[in-house]
């Protein structure tokens, strides 16, 4: 199939970029490039083995994505494209909405007018809000804590009227939970700019020295070891994902909701040690107050995903930390 991946040349959307062409079908990708580099390109290009159709543009302009859909024969999109940062989205929550759900809508505006009407679209276990009860399973209540997460809302509601209008909609809803490593290839993978804010990558900077020590916000967490637990999902696992998505959307009109996670949930220390242990490297912490807005524990129920799509997350904590790694050792050698 001919795939259009708005902000493909992204953390996520570069992974899915791999597995879709692993799997025979063409990918072209469309990213204004405000959180990725054009080098992902080239890097993209030695995976595997041939380049793919770059357009550097914006999704909130439709008539460029009424060209590209047309130029290129698009059947279906993945989209990726989006802000998620959600200090700034409290900070700029006009940013949000314009970018995430006015994007969005453009994009849906130029899919209909070139009759393309299957999606996959990037949302995030940030729309459950607190979890009235653990594991989260795809009937938990929504709910935003911040203008991100009411971003991704919108669009899904905007989605299933969409789709409720119109039964020739297929569109599936990947709610991912924590992604992290990188492929294998160390040669694309999560590089932030600026001090991040999510746990592993803070980790593999202090790893590499950029920053003296891990802050673990808080170890007075009702949990095994007091600190927080998250579900981390392998980004190749989650590229995987998609492309199990994609395969079931074609036969199933509507809207499908999925959690991407691999259910089992992991702590602060947990994932410090396991790091320490996979690279043999020491990570001084500091354990300081809870971060405003954490919940102590969320993860994944993942039937649903296992049944209906016949994908499960297989790889381990242990190859996320790794090849997070692997790709930073790799990258700082290059920036260098
Ligand atoms: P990312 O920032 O690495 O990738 C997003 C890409 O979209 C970037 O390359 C960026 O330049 C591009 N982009 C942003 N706005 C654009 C616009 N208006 N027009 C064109 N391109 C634009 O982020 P990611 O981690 O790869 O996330 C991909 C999607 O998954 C996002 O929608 C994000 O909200 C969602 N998500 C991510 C996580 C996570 O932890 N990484 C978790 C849940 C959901
Ligand atoms: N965390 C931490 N120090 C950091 C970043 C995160 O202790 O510098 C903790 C955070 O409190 C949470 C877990 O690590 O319990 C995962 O945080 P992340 O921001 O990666 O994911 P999210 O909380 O958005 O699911």
Redesign the pocket.
């Known amino acids: 199939m001919n795939i259009l991946l708005?902000?493909?040349?992204?953390?996520?959307?570069?992974h899915a970029a791999v597995v879709l062409c692993a799997a025979g079908h063409n990918v072209v990708i469309?990213?204004?490039?405000?959180?990725?580099q054009h080098s992902v390109l080239d890097r993209l290009t030695k995976i595997v083995g041939k380049p793919m159709p770059c357009i550097e543009?914006?999704?909130?302009d439709t008539l460029l994505l009424e060209k590209v859909l047309k130029d290129y024969k698009i059947e279906t999109v993945m989209?990726?494209?989006?802000?998620?940062a959600v200090g700034e989205s409290v900070q700029n929550p006009l940013d949000y909405f314009d970018?995430?759900v006015g994007?969005t809508i453009s994009l849906l505006h130029a899919m209909r007018s070139n009759n393309v009407k299957s999606m996959v679209f990037?949302?995030?276990?940030?729309v459950y809000g607190m979890p009235n009860y653990l594991p989260l399973d795809e009937a938990h209540p929504t709910q935003a804590k911040n203008p991100?997460g009411r971003s991704?809302l919108h669009i899904e509601e905007i989605l299933t009227d969409l789709a409720a209008s119109d039964p020739a909609w297929h569109i599936s809803f990947l709610?991912?939970?924590?992604?992290v490593g990188a492929h294998e290839s160390g040669l694309i993978g999560?590089d932030p700019n600026g001090i991040p804010n999510?746990l592993v990558p803070y980790i593999a900077q202090v790893a590499l020295g950029r920053l003296p020590h891990l802050n673990v916000y808080g170890d007075d967490y009702p949990t095994a070891d007091g600190s927080g637990v998250r579900d981390y999902i392998h980004v190749m696992d989650l590229a995987e994902g998609h492309l199990a998505a994609l395969n079931y959307i074609q036969q199933q009109p509507g809207v499908c909701v999925f959690n991407l996670g691999s259910g089992k949930g992991s702590s602060v220390f947990e994932v410090v040690k396991v790091f320490e242990n996979e690279n043999a490297s020491s990570i001084p912490l500091k354990v300081t107050m809870r971060r405003i807005g954490d919940v102590s524990e969320c993860y994944a129920k993942v039937d649903k995903a296992n049944i209906h799509l016949n994908w499960k997350a297989t790889r381990t904590l242990q190859d996320m930390c790794r090849s997070t790694w692997n790709f930073q050792k790799n990258h700082k050698c290059a920036n260098q």
């Not at 469309?30 to 990725?36: A, E, G, K, R, T």
């Not at 543009?57 to 909130?60: E, F, K, N």
């Open positions: 708005t902000g493909g040349a992204g953390y996520i959307g570069s469309l990213d204004n490039f405000c959180n990725s543009g914006d999704i909130r989209h990726f494209a989006g802000l998620k970018n995430n994007g990037s949302s995030s276990a940030t991100y991704k709610r991912y939970f924590n992604p999560e999510n």
